[in-house]
């Protein structure tokens, strides 16, 4: 370890931030001057110079507050400035350090790690630099360890392993979760709420008569059905996703009209239509070999809308309640996947969609609806029953011999032929026999254990495990540090090969498998 005690941290690439402030600095005049120049705050925003100005402005902002920002430690504690705010903290009110990693959604994009403060009052801080864009960093690692050993010098951490927060693991937030749900419930709602508008509303077209002699002018159009005579100028048929538009001669009865781009592509100019209108507006299109009508939501379909927005809510909700179920874990272990929920999710559609596209106001006005709702709603509870036993967290002390793996829902990935089963386990460390990580199973029966990359048959590439050297040292849940690549039921064997840390991940059962062949009783006696 070196002998600087301190470390400060500064943001990369300020050259290329400052001109982004600057190219900020001119958005904003631009926007200034053309909205004096439009006379009107409202017109100047509508401008295309004064909007692209604007997003300039907000380019420069988040690059002033980049290139702002620096945080230094020292013998005294943590220290960060950004553009608005100076912090500090001294190194005794610091519980822990760790490490948030986001990780990339893309294969192009690169994961994101940065480090949030745990304060012995519970809170949490995130610190807005040392900031890498990459797993394999040397300036953010050196920068963390001296962070670290300051903290061992002049603090009391808690832990002696660095905790990894990720989204996968119970210290991550449920605050976007909850946001979200409650924005999916809230559309669920509205959508409802228009359910019996809907009703109401295909019931009277359906109803609805054509206007009679003694109708008043006034009124022709509204709840009757009006017909106009009407001959077609042009049409404007749109390639992409845009509305298509019927033009008629002379504005009459109205200019033009919005209609798919089947309908305008069918209709010709100088056919002569017949237009219905009812509650002044024009329903349908009526034409010599041709007739379009409005589509109009039914409650059927709103129903199913709100029924969809309602069950997407479950997800985030899912993720809640796994949270909540998780919180006496340590922050940075991995929890079950929200997978068994969705899956019942998956199932309870099945039944209520259907049940509410043909019942969206009476759902239980029958017999064979009340029926349907009833085996439907038990077929949920057993789901969601099932769901629950398979995302209970499981410790190594409590898996026993279930399938860990096969109870949430992932099939086992094992196979046996003439003897030797191939269990899907791997190293999370490069060694001689798992250069690269390239294993992906382990064999066992029929010889010593080996490395492989492929679930068999036969020992090809194959790289056998030195038993001899091997000491298991524990066994544990998955941590954010693992990485995601290793399922979430699975567990983490830690190994001692010849002094080198050496992690092995397999599902429960698996591992409980392959930790008595690596046991010293079961390894091969050495050559005399």
Avoid at 105 to 123: E, K
Avoid at 129 to 143: G, I
Avoid at 362 to 380: E, K, R
Avoid at 468 to 475: A, C, G, M, P, S
Wanted: positive net charge; proline residues 8%.
């Amino acid at each position: 370890m070196t002998d600087v005690w301190e470390v400060t941290c500064r943001p990369l690439w300020k050259r290329p931030l400052w001109f982004f402030v600057g190219l900020g600095a001119a958005g904003a005049s631009l926007a200034v001057a053309r909205v004096a120049y439009r006379g009107g705050l409202l017109d100047g925003l509508l401008d295309v110079w004064a909007g692209l100005g604007l997003l300039l402005t907000l380019v420069g902002i988040v690059s002033l507050r980049t290139v702002t920002a620096e945080v230094s430690a020292d013998a005294r504690g943590v220290h960060s400035r950004t553009l608005l705010r100076r912090r500090s903290v001294a190194w005794p009110d610091i519980a822990d350090l760790r490490v948030r990693l986001k990780y990339a959604n893309t294969p192009r994009a690169q994961d994101s790690r940065r480090i949030i403060l745990v304060l012995r009052n519970g809170h949490k801080r995130l610190l807005p630099l040392p900031h890498s864009w990459s797993s394999h960093d040397p300036a953010f690692d050196a920068e963390l360890e001296t962070l670290r050993a300051l903290h061992r010098r002049y603090g009391a951490p808690e832990s002696s392993h660095l905790p990894v927060v990720s989204y996968r693991t119970a210290g991550r937030g449920w605050a976007g979760s909850l946001a979200l749900c409650a924005l999916l419930l809230a559309g669920a709602g509205v959508a409802a709420w228009f359910v019996p508008n809907a009703a109401s509303d295909e019931r009277a077209w359906k109803s609805a008569t054509p206007c009679t002699a003694e109708t008043p002018a006034a009124e022709r159009g509204g709840e009757c059905l009006a017909t106009r005579s009407a001959v077609i100028a042009r049409t404007e048929v749109d390639e992409g996703k845009g509305p298509s538009r019927l033009y008629f001669a002379d504005g009459r009865p109205l200019e033009r009209l919005e209609v798919s781009r089947e309908a305008a592509g069918e209709f010709q100019p100088g056919d002569s239509v017949e237009l219905t209108i009812w509650r002044h507006q024009v329903r349908e299109v009526a034409g010599a070999g041709h007739v379009w009508r409005e589509h109009v939501p039914g409650p059927g379909s709103l129903a199913v809308v709100a029924a969809v927005l309602a069950l997407a809510a479950g997800w985030p909700g899912a993720r809640i309640l796994l949270r909540l179920r998780g919180r006496r874990l340590p922050d940075d272990e991995v929890l079950p996947s929200a997978l068994p929920f969705v899956c019942a999710l998956v199932g309870t559609a099945l039944w209520l969609l259907p049940l509410c596209y043909l019942h969206p106001t009476t759902p239980l006005a029958s017999p064979s609806a009340i029926t349907w709702a009833a085996v439907g709603s038990l077929v949920t509870l057993a789901l969601l029953t099932w769901a629950w036993r398979a995302t209970r967290i499981r410790t190594p002390g409590t898996a026993g011999a279930a399938r860990a793996s096969g109870a949430a829902g992932v099939p086992e990935a094992s196979a046996e032929t003439d003897g030797e089963v191939f269990l899907a386990a791997r190293f999370l460390d490069h060694t001689d026999y798992n250069p690269h990580r390239f294993g992906t199973h382990i064999v066992i029966g029929g010889g010593a254990p080996a490395v492989t990359p492929h679930p068999g048959p036969g020992r090809f590439a194959a790289r056998p495990i030195p038993v001899e050297r091997l000491t298991v040292k524990d066994v544990r849940r998955a941590r954010g540090s693992d990485g995601d690549t290793v399922p979430r039921s699975w567990h983490i064997a830690e190994l001692d090969d010849a002094g080198r840390p050496v992690r092995l991940a397999a599902a429960p059962a698996d591992l409980s498998r392959i930790l008595r062949e690596l046991s010293p009783a079961h390894a091969a006696p050495a050559p005399r």
